[in-house]
């Protein structure tokens, strides 16, 4: 229990603190290298979830694919400085009395339903392994498993299109 | 791991918060859109968590599924949405969300 209380106290800050200096950093580079730490810090969480599959699959797409997209984007344009200036004036303040507000209701409602206040069973190897996930996956889930296949070729397809579209009315 | 769910939910709703404050302050368009992807991972840890509490049940796994498709959902939503930004970065030279203001009257 002391054990799983530090490991999971330890994570934690480190993935709020993450978190905030992703918000906060001014050079866009730095935030996307916060946030690759911040996922996988959450995958770590993931791991001690008895979560194995969903782990690996953050760190491989999330982390891997998705931040290094990210970074080409950024680097592609020249865009990790913002500029300066011309916010108004009560934005941030703003932002973060809301933010909190938002944070205390989350709290409020996630933690009074029933399954907040349950206690955790001990479990087996096999909760979260592929094997299992696959089998939900490919027999009660195959029908939307198919059409996120879809959405991903629309996606591709969409991305080229407009990347390409742009280029030909700047000749 | 033996901790609490409450402690879990109480994480992911800090790391939503967060993300949702990400959006509010920044006005570069890229780091709102990486305040986006915050908040999907921490509703993906709440989903990881209630997986967990209920766990030896056979529902228990719609959790991980539900999460699987949320990361393939938020891999598609990435790769248009960047298309979409190196686009807007085209023609208006810059990725500042207040920049992108020509349908406004």
Request: avoid cysteine; glycine fraction near 6%.
């Amino acid at each position: 229990m002391t054990i799983d209380l530090i490991l999971f106290v330890g994570l934690a800050l480190i993935s709020i603190m993450a978190a905030i200096a992703m918000i906060v950093s001014r050079n866009a580079v730095y935030s996307v290298l916060f946030l690759v730490l911040n996922f996988l810090t959450v995958a770590t969480l993931y791991l001690l979830l008895n979560a194995a599959f969903i782990a690996i699959v953050q760190i491989t797409v999330y982390a891997g694919a998705i931040m290094v997209l990210f970074l080409f984007v950024i680097m592609l344009l020249g865009t990790e400085r913002e500029s300066i200036g011309g916010r108004i004036r009560w934005q941030i303040p703003l932002a973060i009395v809301l933010g909190l507000a938002l944070a205390g209701e989350l709290a409020f409602v996630l933690l009074r339903n029933d399954i907040a206040q349950g206690s955790l069973a001990d479990l087996s190897v096999e909760f979260g392994s592929p094997a299992s996930i696959g089998r939900v996956l490919f027999s009660e889930y195959l029908v939307p498993f198919e059409v996120t296949s879809i959405l991903l070729l629309v996606a591709m397809i969409g991305a080229i299109v407009i990347t390409q579209k742009q280029r030909r009315e700047g000749k | 791991m033996n901790i609490p769910p409450a402690y879990v939910l109480t994480l992911s709703g800090i790391l939503f918060a967060l993300g949702v404050i990400g959006v509010l302050i920044r006005r570069n368009a890229i780091v709102i859109f990486m305040s986006i992807e915050l908040m999907l991972n921490s509703a993906n840890l709440a989903l990881i968590s209630f997986a967990r509490t209920l766990a030896p049940a056979q529902e228990a796994f719609r959790g991980h599924v539900f999460v699987f498709f949320v990361i393939a959902v938020a891999a598609a939503e990435v790769a248009v949405g960047l298309a979409l930004i190196v686009a807007i970065f085209r023609s208006k030279e810059s990725i500042d969300v207040d920049e992108v203001s020509s349908l406004r009257g």
